[in-house]
């Protein structure tokens, strides 16, 4: 008991003494059954740590993150987290009132902030149907021209609660939250609030979900452990783009789970791998985490031969030992079954290459003319040609609701175009991996769903793998390959489903998003695998270091039927992208002046600011002086030279994020001021 005092003072007093500390884990374990997730784990999480977890499906990743945050009970251990510590999960399953709109789910909770926003929203709406949200001497005038009406008490009153609401909002500072709350919700492309969360879709459940997390954190101003699991799925590739950006910038402690390895690299620095039930920590970026991982194994399995060498020898000396046993006989036979575990250990290599034997394409492979596609007043294609070549690697792009998911349905005969032609080669045999998942009959065990599909897998070089081999090479050991299908964790799920396409050895394959939910050793196993692959490859993916990988020529779907063909993978059309915007920015500024909606008032007649837009024009005035001050600064700074290198790139990056503000705040300013002249 002393010593836990001793380690519960330390704990107590490590915030004064240096960084705040957050969380402390000792010897923690977690079963399933007679399945062992992990065991006598233990770490520590430090303020403004930014820590990525990495370990294979069905190890125990997420079930450790419900843990931290209190969803779910540890077998055995200690986990402490400091009380002044605030601790947000976003799961991968997220939970919603199905029955209560999308607005209801993000504010369910009280909290003065919201509150006030709530009460001020409320009251507006109110105030606006009664025509008494403007100023008093500017509204409701009288039929003399020159007194408005007499007011109702009740109008009185409901006047006087409005100005008590904006007070209100301006003591809490909830104008701010209120823009953070909206930029939030517009990069996740979440409009329309009032749906129905039981009515959206898995996509839209993931974005709201992410949303609601990180409106809960924006509330908590010190002292937030974020934890998220797999928050870039569903995202498209300019939104995880956002969200690197939005996290570095908040003042978060973050412990994520994350598959795609730019994000991670962008957002974290520390690594943890949880590997047959231990812990192992990396600082620095993913391609250090490789570097040292392949040192720590290159020296477990030095380790593990020299255990089997001394595991022959006392295995010998064990089988010559009488029954009676001495004292020193019998603590070398404990010794000898230490030993014997050591020796035992498995080191697997998740390196995979197979030179596929698969039937072969002919000539033609896959046509498209003049193919029109649209749904009602959405234009997916519009006259689209082209022609696929063998041995083709070819990445889809573009924002969400796009139509990559529909064109890739065209090309495979799913869907009919409006018009045009697709036209397919005999030889070509397609692997469809889609979204919506495995889908199976009835339940069966791993091995039975394989074996359905074929018995053995062809190699080119002769010969083949076995159902059971194949499913070894893709990270479903013997012991797993009996596990009923409903047993498997959804990431599993997702992975037998991607093996089962590949199993049955296509000529062109088209994966629709298929690093959602797999966890980084089973990418690694598919990207050496599809590295290797002959046939045609076409990817839609939002993971931009599985496409660079992978491809080497682009199609961007850019909306409105447009496609752009770019020769390049997506690192190098993001920089062209780039360079596109910087070239053009003069010429595209005025352009959100177009998007004012004046065209629903009269042009001879002027409208008035509401009581909230005069509010916001004042505000705008103080906000613009003030960046303009912070941007003299900023460039005084840059121009001294006299920072280190990281305090420069971080000065650079926030030079560019006032101007765009400046640029904002002067628009919308001239917008208001415009209206009241």
């Not at 069905?58 to 540890?74: D, F, H, R, Y």
């Not at 509330?219 to 995202?235: A, Q």
Request: charged fraction near 30%; hydrophobic fraction near 35%.
């Amino acid at each position: 008991m002393s010593a836990l005092r001793a380690t519960s003072l330390r704990l107590v007093l490590k915030p004064y003494l240096c960084g705040m500390h957050y969380v402390s884990v000792e010897g923690l374990g977690k079963s399933y059954g007679v399945k062992p997730l992990f065991g006598d784990i233990g770490f520590h999480i430090e303020e403004g740590d930014k820590i990525a977890l990495i370990a294979r499906n069905g190890s125990g990743k997420s079930t450790l993150l419900k843990i931290l945050a209190s969803k779910e009970t540890a077998d055995s251990g200690t986990v402490w987290i400091h009380k002044d510590v605030t601790v947000a999960l976003f799961e991968q399953e997220p939970v919603f009132m199905e029955d209560r709109s999308i607005l209801d789910n993000i504010f369910h909770h009280s909290h003065p902030v919201i509150n006030a926003i709530r009460e001020y929203e409320n009251l507006q709406k109110t105030a606006l149907s009664e025509n008494i949200a403007r100023f008093p001497e500017k509204s409701n005038v009288g039929p003399s021209g020159n007194e408005p009406p007499a007011r109702s008490v009740s109008e009185e009153e409901d006047i006087d609660k409005l100005t008590a609401a904006i007070v209100k909002m301006d003591e809490l500072g909830a104008w701010d939250f209120d823009a953070k709350v909206k930029q939030i919700l517009g990069k996740l492309n979440i409009h329309h609030l009032q749906q129905i969360a039981g009515t959206l879709s898995g996509g839209q459940r993931k974005r709201v979900a992410l949303a609601k997390t990180l409106i809960d954190i924006g509330f908590e101003h010190k002292h937030v452990l974020l934890i998220m699991d797999e928050p870039t799925n569903h995202l498209d590739v300019e939104m995880v783009e956002w969200l690197e950006h939005y996290l570095n910038q908040e003042r978060v402690t973050l412990l994520l789970v994350t598959h795609d390895r730019y994000f991670l690299d962008a957002v974290c620095n520390e690594i943890w791998e949880m590997d047959s039930s231990h812990l192992y920590t990396y600082k620095g970026d993913y391609q250090n985490y490789l570097e040292k991982k392949a040192a720590r194994l290159e020296n477990e399995t030095s380790s593990i031969e020299k255990a089997r060498n001394t595991y022959r020898k006392e295995l010998e000396w064990m089988r010559k030992q009488p029954k009676a046993r001495t004292t020193k006989s019998k603590s070398r036979q404990d010794n000898f079954y230490a030993v014997e575990a050591k020796a035992k250990q498995r080191i697997e290599d998740q390196q995979v290459e197979l030179q596929v034997k698969m039937n072969r394409l002919g000539g033609k492979v896959a046509e498209l003319k003049k193919v029109y596609k649209s749904f009602d007043d959405k234009v997916i294609l519009k006259g689209f040609d082209y022609t696929f070549k063998r041995g083709e690697r070819l990445g889809i792009v573009g924002r969400n609701g796009v139509g990559k998911s529909t064109f890739i349905n065209i090309l495979q005969g799913i869907e009919q175009p409006d018009s045009g032609k697709v036209n397919i080669g005999e030889t070509v045999i397609f692997g469809n991996y889609s979204q919506q998942g495995l889908v199976i009959k009835e339940d069966q065990r791993v091995i039975e769903y394989v074996k359905n599909i074929a018995e053995v897998f062809p190699l080119a070089a002769g010969g083949s793998l076995s159902a059971a081999q194949f499913l070894n090479l893709f990270l479903f050991p013997p012991e797993q390959q009996y596990t009923y299908i409903s047993k498997l964790s959804g990431g599993e799920k997702r992975r037998l489903h991607l093996l089962s396409i590949l199993f049955r050895n296509p000529n062109f394959l088209v994966l629709d998003e298929p690093t959602n939910d797999l966890d980084l050793p089973t990418l690694g196993v598919l990207e050496n695998f599809l590295s290797e692959y002959q046939g045609c490859l076409l990817i839609v993916s939002h993971d931009r270091y599985f496409m660079d990988r992978l491809v080497d020529h682009l199609l961007v779907l850019e909306g409105n039927g447009v496609v752009r063909d770019f020769p390049g993978n997506y690192t190098q059309y993001r920089i062209a992208q780039r360079e596109e915007e910087e070239t053009s920015t003069p010429a595209v500024k005025p352009a959100p002046q177009q998007t004012v909606p004046a065209a629903s008032v009269p042009a001879t007649e002027k409208r008035r600011l509401s009581y909230k837009e005069k509010r916001e024009l004042e505000g705008l005035d103080k906000e613009i002086v003030r960046l303009t001050e912070e941007k003299k600064l900023v460039t005084e700074k840059l121009n001294s030279g006299a920072a280190p290198f990281d305090e420069l790139q971080r000065l650079s990056i926030r030079i560019g994020e006032i101007e765009q503000l400046l640029d904002e705040k002067e628009l919308r300013w001239l917008e208001l001021s415009e209206a009241e002249n």
